[in-house]
């Protein structure tokens, strides 16, 4: 029986993942966003890295939310309006939702029948919402000027409101703030 013990302990060290490497792989707050590149509904590209971190462009540097989506989403469809309103409230915070996963066309009358003004970014493949965890919809993430994760929160409830509130406010508190010129 000690031998069993032995031979499945070795065997389940070789399957069972690290500890240490479940943490690496966990988006933590204060760590680097992960950057990466995309295409806008509207055609444009966006790059993360000219909104934030070290190599940022000044006229376009800010703080940055990330809202995870599908269409199919329907507690995305309470979240969505919210943060509509609180980009209209802090426009020194740079909004987009990022759908994922989704035929652009689909996406693009889906934005125009929910009315909403976010500019809408294109995960078609879903590798912007894995390096996010974004493994729920809706996922929302606040990144700092300087490129940190400042907030993630998975899912939407009413109740979630003051705390949307209070973490896209720390983003224009923050000492790391710039303001454009």
Do not use: W
């Amino acid at each position: 029986m000690t031998y069993i013990s032995c031979v499945l302990a070795i065997l389940l060290s070789l399957v069972t993942p690290d500890t240490h490497q479940i943490m690496a792989d966990t988006l933590a707050i204060s760590a680097s966003a992960p950057s990466f590149y995309v295409s806008a509904l509207d055609g444009s590209d966006f790059f993360l890295s000219r909104k934030v971190g070290a190599k940022a462009r000044p006229n376009e540097k800010s703080p940055v939310v990330l809202v995870f989506f599908t269409t199919s989403c329907i507690p995305c469809r309470q979240e969505i309006p919210f943060l509509d309103s609180l980009r209209i409230e802090y426009p020194q915070i740079a909004f987009y939702l990022v759908n994922v996963g989704e035929e652009p066309q689909i996406v693009k009358e889906y934005i125009q029948r929910m009315n909403y003004k976010m500019p809408v970014l294109l995960d078609r493949y879903g590798q912007v919402a894995k390096r996010y965890q974004a493994s729920i919809t809706p996922t929302l993430v606040g990144i700092n000027v300087i490129g940190q994760i400042a907030f993630l929160k998975r899912g939407f409830q009413v109740s979630d409101k003051e705390l949307i509130q209070t973490n896209i406010k720390k983003l224009t508190d923050d000492n790391l703030f710039i303001e454009k010129n």
